[in-house]
Nanobody, 116 residues
Framework: QVQLVESGGGLVQVGGSLRLSCAASGSTLDDYALGWYRQVPGKERELVAVIGYLGGTKNYVDSVKGRFTISRDNAKNTVYLQMNSLKPEDTAVYYC?????????WGQGTQVTVSS
């Protein structure tokens, strides 16, 4: 059983920055890709960024390229999302996700609100 706990969300002004963290417990996640997703009411959950198990492979949705950076610290079993130059359209609940042995695990989410 894997538990994921996100933190770091909050209210920020346009152009500001936030750093989200997702701490995992119950399993070592060194061998798995980790992803950040976001969701706004009435819309499907959207993949924002994903990082490979060694941290060398990173992919981003086009709308956040150049502004967001995903990273991981396997020693801490934690994945991060550094979000810079935030825009109102980045407002959403952000979730981390991992697939372990074919089972999908989600965190509870952390709210990010960008005010104009």
């Amino acid at each position: 059983q894997v538990q994921l706990v996100e933190s770091g969300g909050g209210l920020v002004q346009v152009g500001g920055s936030l750093r989200l963290s997702c701490a995992a417990s119950g399993s070592t996640l060194d061998d798995y890709a980790l992803g950040w997703y976001r969701q706004v009411p009435g819309k499907e959950r959207e993949l924002v960024a994903v990082i490979g198990y060694l941290g060398g492979t990173k992919n981003y949705v086009d709308s956040v390229k150049g502004r967001f950076t995903i990273s991981r610290d396997n020693a801490k079993n934690t994945v991060y999302l550094q979000m810079n130059s935030l825009k109102p359209e980045d407002t959403a609940v952000y979730y981390c996700r991992v697939v372990v042995s074919g089972r999908i695990y989600w965190g509870q989410g952390t709210q990010v609100t960008v005010s104009s």
